[in-house]
């Protein structure tokens, strides 16, 4: 529903600028090191480009003052500023996109995992592989599909991003848009069942009898907002081992908490 929602009150592209600035905000930090140095140019440009978009995007949406800030960011990245810099003001800017035109990305109701999995099979194992991990051998594509089995490329998905993803595709890749193609409710299934792919089905059901001895375990509510990065940060303050930590977030990334759509759940240990 968000994306009827989000029409009868923003203009798609104040969508679209919102997911780009998330982009420059989750990315960053792999085109440009803490000195400044350049780590990756081709990243860099598509960072550009991503700010250069949003600023469009935002006039398109009459938010001329935002537009200028977006470039103003541009013009930070161009000149490959620090990354802390660059990061806090692009998810300043996302927040006040948000928060501008009420953009709402959440999910209506629980995900269905085994319906997310069938999809994924059917629209995106071609390119990011049936494990998770991309044959990229078969495939000319100028960026390589992101490898959904190894966990430190998803560390940085929540499944938020990821059906930002699906939805609006990454302008300038081969990662196409399936906002026609998928409806609003199977981005989200797929968007929770990607990130299975990092957690092993024996892991799982090893977290499963650790996470019986937690208070309580996150909803899908809490989920869809959380990368994986985030789980372990939260944690890092319980008694368990490294190990036995991962096999708590694949637990919980498989089964999760009922939860209501109209509560944010934000405060409750996760
Ligand atoms: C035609 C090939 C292709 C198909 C089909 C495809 N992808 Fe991708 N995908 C890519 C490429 C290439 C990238 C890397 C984009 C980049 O360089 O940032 C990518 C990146 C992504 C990312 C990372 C985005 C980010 O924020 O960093 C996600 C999530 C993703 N794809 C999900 C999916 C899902 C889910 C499907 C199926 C519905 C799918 N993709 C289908 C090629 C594809």
Redo the contacts with the bound molecule.
């Keep these: 529903m968000w994306l009827a929602l989000l029409l009868a009150t923003a203009p798609a592209e104040a969508a679209r600028a919102y997911s780009l600035l ?2 420059v905000g ?2 960053y930090a792999s085109a440009v090191g803490p000195r400044r140095e350049v780590i990756s140019r081709q990243e860099l440009d ?1 960072q550009i480009a991503f700010a250069a978009d949003a600023a469009t995007d935002l006039r398109a949406s009459g938010a001329a003052d935002l537009a200028a800030e977006a470039d103003g960011l541009r013009g930070r990245i161009a000149a490959a500023g620090p990354p802390a810099e660059v990061i806090a003001l692009a998810r300043a800017l996302s927040g006040r996109v948000a928060a501008r035109f009420k953009l709402v990305m959440i999910p209506e109701r629980a995900p269905d995992l085994r319906r997310g999995t069938g ?2 099979l059917q ?2 194992a ?3 592989g049936v494990d998770g991990t991309p044959r990229v051998a078969h ?1 000319e ?6 490898a ?1 089995s190894s966990r430190q490329q998803v560390a ?2 929540s499944p938020q ?2 059906f ?3 939805t609006f595709g ?1 302008p300038g ?4 848009s ?1 906002s026609d193609a ?1 409806d609003e409710g199977e ?1 989200w299934d ?2 929770f069942a ?1 990130l299975l792919l990092a957690h092993p089905p024996e892991e799982r059901r090893r977290g499963e009898e650790i996470v019986r001895r937690l208070p309580r375990r996150p909803d899908w509510l809490q989920l869809a907002v959380r990368t994986d990065d985030q789980l372990r940060i939260t944690l890092q303050q319980s008694p368990f081992s490294a190990e036995d930590r991962e096999a708590v977030i694949a637990a919980v990334r498989s089964t999760f908490a009922d939860a209501k759509v109209t509560t944010a759940g934000a405060s409750r240990g996760w």
């Excluded at 594509?141 to 992101?146: F, V």
């Excluded at 890749?173 to 196409?176: D, L």
């Design positions: 998330s982009y989750g990315d598509e999809l994924y629209a995106c071609a390119c990011h495939l594509l100028t960026t390589q599909p992101t959904f940085r998905l991003r990821i930002s993803a699906v990454v890749t081969a990662m196409p399936f998928l981005r797929l968007a990607v």
